[in-house]
């Protein structure tokens, strides 16, 4: 299902409960930083609405075609590192936006292990957990919010440690995850930060606060300006 309402720009200011993990490692280098979150392109499940999360499958004819609008995009940006999970559909993304010589693997990016409920719909775990709610309640057998938590802060704490910009590969529900600890936020934040099959998001800062510039941003022209002006 497609989100409508995009994020501009949010800042955490004096945001009460922010914790130190937006706040860490900041410069006037750090500043001006700007990661680029790239959700990986569709894929039959993500078509029939079902979690997947260490499943590995391939990208739609549609989703590579997505991911090739970015080749030109990132074809003028200078970035410092590329990240990428481990899992195909982020790792062919990212090759396909022309960076596969220049990427890592993090085996930290990589989606939230649904445990029990990988492959299932919405309504096919409702029926089985009634008002379950991934980002306070996490998988059985699989990953609690906590855990994700935890690898999200050591990706952010690699991007924080490098001067100059920064792209990132990888799925829905970490990156949502990595939004909301960007922020210093709470994992169970990731919720209200709802994320398309591939999009453009850039996180930032705002006068050393972390922030976001642009979220869920499809790949289409629109969305495909030097990223540096957006």
Not at 117 to 128: D, K, P, V, W, Y
Not at 130 to 149: I, Y
Not at 171 to 187: D, I, K, P, Q, S
């Amino acid at each position: 299902m497609k989100a409508d309402n995009s994020i501009e720009t949010v800042t955490l200011a004096a945001l009460p409960g922010a914790d130190s993990a937006s706040r860490e490692g900041q410069s006037t280098a750090a500043s001006v930083q700007q990661v680029f979150l790239v959700r990986h392109g569709e894929t039959d499940w993500s078509l029939s609405g079902q979690h997947t999360g260490m499943t590995d499958l391939p990208l739609t004819e549609h989703g590579r075609e997505a991911a090739r609008r970015l080749e030109p995009i990132f074809a003028r940006e200078r970035l410092a590192l590329v990240l990428t999970s481990p899992l195909r559909r982020a790792r062919v993304t990212c090759a396909l936006a022309g960076l596969s010589e220049r990427c890592d693997t993090d085996w930290d990016l990589h989606e939230w292990d649904y445990g029990d409920f990988e492959g299932l719909t919405m309504s096919e775990i409702q029926a089985r957990a009634p008002g379950w709610n991934l980002f306070t309640d996490g998988c059985p057998h699989g990953e609690r919010p906590d855990q994700v938590g935890a690898r999200v802060d050591r990706v952010i704490d690699r991007v924080r440690s490098v001067h100059g910009h920064v792209a990132l590969f990888a799925h829905g529900h970490v990156f949502r995850v990595f939004a909301a600890r960007w922020l210093g936020l709470a994992v169970a934040a990731g919720q209200h930060f709802l994320l398309d099959t591939a999009t453009l998001n850039i996180l930032t800062y705002y006068r050393d606060v972390p922030a976001i510039k642009r979220w869920n941003a499809p790949l289409d022209p629109p969305a495909v300006d030097r990223l540096e002006d957006a």
